[in-house]
């Protein structure tokens, strides 16, 4: 069986700070891993994903994520936050067999100006 | 290009009523998924579309949900009748093609209050 954990519910920052909003993830074979961000009353909206080769992936809004197996990780991260990032964001993850993607619980990322 | 497009946003009902849910996938997706995403959680997936086909609807309770799309393309999501449990978003999303993992893109939801 496939999982995700998100250990943080809330994650608050600073305007200008880097952020990082943390996953881990459990799969049988190799992981392909996603990013969403839900801003309230919309829809979940694509960031990013992994599926193979440089662990470092660059996704929208200038977010990327470090893929690392050895810790079974896809950490989010972004150099400058800005207030309009603050949101509620989902690390989503399924293995090469598995029909289906297992969603995190979500982490809200709140950016204080 | 219009994104994924759900009706309606909100539904507020009473126990026992029936409520449907329609979805207009993003045009030329041929993979459809309909997610139950309760509060303070990640969606969950009810039913998976290819095409016209149900491919995975093992998490779907089937005594009382239902799901179609007749043709491909549009597709509604019934629940007869409504529990108080059923409160939640009701997500639809769509992606296309035949090479996995395919991205998913997400409607709005509708938000669903069964009194």
């Known amino acids: 069986a496939q999982s995700v954990a998100q250990p943080e519910d809330q994650v608050n920052v600073a305007e200008g700070n880097p952020l990082t909003v943390k996953c881990t993830y459990s799969v049988s074979g190799n992981p392909y891993l996603f990013w969403y961000v839900q801003y309230p009353n919309r829809g979940l909206q694509f960031l990013l994903k992994y599926i193979t080769g440089d662990n470092l992936v660059k996704g929208s809004y200038g977010f990327e994520a470090e893929f690392n197996k050895s810790q079974t990780s896809f950490h989010l991260k972004k150099p400058s936050a800005l207030v309009s990032d603050s949101a509620l964001y989902f690390c989503?993850?399924?293995?090469?067999?598995?029909?289906?993607?297992?969603f995190g619980s979500g982490t809200q990322l709140t950016v204080l100006p | 290009e219009a994104g994924v497009v759900q009706s309606p946003r909100y539904k507020i009902i009473e126990k026992k009523q029936p409520v449907a849910f329609w979805c207009n996938p993003i045009s030329g997706h041929n993979t459809l998924y309909w997610y139950r995403q309760n509060l303070g959680q990640g969606p969950e997936l009810l039913i998976r579309y290819e095409n016209e086909e149900a491919v995975d609807d093992s998490q779907l309770p089937k005594d009382r949900f239902s799901a179609e799309r007749l043709k491909g393309v549009d597709s509604t999501l019934k629940i007869q009748p409504a529990e108080l449990g059923d409160s939640a978003v009701y997500l639809c999303a769509s992606s296309f093609g035949t090479i996995n993992p395919k991205t998913q893109y997400f409607g709005p939801g509708t938000r669903l209050l069964v009194l």
């Open positions: 989503a993850v399924r293995d090469g067999s598995a029909r289906q993607l297992t």
